[in-house]
Nanobody, 126 residues
Framework: QVQLVESGGGSVQAGGSLRLSCAVSGYSGYAYLYMGWNRQAPGKEREAVAAIDSSGSTVYADSVKGRFTVSKDNAKNTLYLQINSLKPEDTAMYYC???????????????????WGQGTEVTVSS
């Protein structure tokens, strides 16, 4: 019943920007979900890059600090990821994820989340 649908991915040159969106449906307690963005590059493990709790507190992986901004709009049941100064290393499938539980750590690992979207592809050319 819970559905997460990402959008906003695409192909962009290094230094460009993208805003990813994640629309959540089928969950009445959206505002209380712990939500995050995770990415997976070809041949690599899925990694957590950003997360936001119900109070709006955010946390980021060191590799994206200063360039990525996660936010949410509870009225629209939508999660966002603003990505600036894109680098070729950012090329990956980006997944929206959510979980109603208390996170086990400041930035939960990608494996922790129970609800997942299908992903949106981000390709950065040099």
């Amino acid at each position: 019943q819970v559905q997460l649908v990402e959008s906003g991915g695409g192909s962009v040159q290094a230094g460009g920007s993208l805003r990813l969106s994640c629309a959540v449906s089928g969950y009445s307690g959206y505002a209380y979900l712990y939500m995050g963005w995770n990415r997976q590059a070809p041949g690599k493990e899925r990694e957590a890059v950003a997360a936001i709790d119900s109070s709006g507190s955010t946390v980021y992986a060191d590799s994206v600090k200063g360039r990525f901004t996660v936010s949410k709009d509870n009225a629209k049941n939508t999660l966002y990821l603003q990505i600036n100064s894109l680098k070729p290393e950012d090329t990956a499938m980006y997944y929206c994820a959510a979980d109603p539980r208390r996170p086990p750590r400041l930035l939960p690992s990608a494996e922790w989340y129970i609800y997942w979207g299908q992903g949106t592809e981000v390709t950065v050319s040099s």
